[in-house]
């Protein structure tokens, strides 16, 4: 982990990319006593001092959560998190399981978003319905004072042609 050169409370995390991310995931930045907290927490269950949680580790760690792992998904998740196939985790893997975890919740919270954008414009929240592209114009334009070219964006997104946006036209507009 390396620090950022804009201030000494933030570091740098590499991850992979998540499916249908803009930003690259290795401009995320964790915050330092978020990852003094996983350092607490991780150091709790490596009971022998060993660097890594090994799968017993593991399973007392989720028990303790209030999760009661079969021995197939305690397999699993030890898979899944464990990146280079040691048989442990390691604390840089512990830490990008939580961050990992952290994403997923963001991308929740921006298509909750996008849902309550498309309702606002007419959409209905179960992603039916549509948005009038001549209502969705005036609000960029007028409400939100946008000078972007919202009419070609519009044109671009609206593939049927029909001056309508269904959800999957309208949330394009935020990719």
Same mark, same amino acid.
């Given at each position: 982990l390396?620090?950022?050169?804009d201030?000494?409370?933030?570091?740098?995390?590499?991850?992979?990319?998540?499916?249908?991310?803009t930003?690259p995931? +290795? +401009?995320m930045?964790?915050?330092?006593?978020?990852?003094?907290k996983?350092r607490?927490?991780?150091?709790?269950?490596?009971q022998?001092g060993?660097?890594?949680i090994?799968?017993?580790?593991? #399973?007392?760690?989720l028990?303790?959560i209030?999760?009661?792992?079969?021995?197939?998904e305690?397999?699993?998740?030890?898979?899944d998190?464990?990146?280079?196939?040691?048989g442990e985790?390691?604390?840089?893997?512990?830490?990008?399981?939580f961050?990992?975890?952290?994403?997923? +919740?963001?991308?929740?919270?921006?298509e909750?978003?996008?849902?309550?954008a498309f309702?606002?414009?007419g959409?209905?929240?179960?992603? !039916?319905?549509?948005?009038?592209t +001549?209502?969705l114009?005036q609000?960029? #334009?007028e409400?939100?004072g946008m !000078?972007?070219?919202?009419?070609?964006?519009i044109?671009?997104?609206?593939?049927?042609?029909d001056? #309508?946006?269904n959800f999957?036209?309208?949330?394009?507009?935020?990719?």
């Open positions: 390396a620090q950022r050169a201030g000494p409370h933030r570091r740098r995390l590499g991850r992979r990319p998540l499916p249908g991310s930003v995931e +290795a +401009a930045v964790l915050d330092e006593g978020f990852i003094q996983c607490e927490a991780f150091n709790t269950f490596d022998d060993s660097g890594t090994d799968t017993q580790e593991m #399973k007392l760690l028990e303790a209030g999760e009661a792992p079969t021995e197939e305690l397999f699993r998740f030890m898979a998190v464990d990146e280079d196939g040691t985790i390691e604390f840089a893997e512990f830490l990008r399981a961050e990992k975890q952290r994403g997923g +919740a963001q991308e929740l919270e921006n909750l978003d996008t849902i309550d309702v606002a414009l959409g209905n929240s179960d992603k !039916t319905g549509f948005v009038d +001549a209502r114009i609000v960029v #334009k409400e939100f !000078t972007l070219k919202i009419d070609r964006l044109d671009e997104l609206d593939k049927d042609k001056g #309508k946006l999957m036209e309208f949330a394009g507009l935020f990719v």
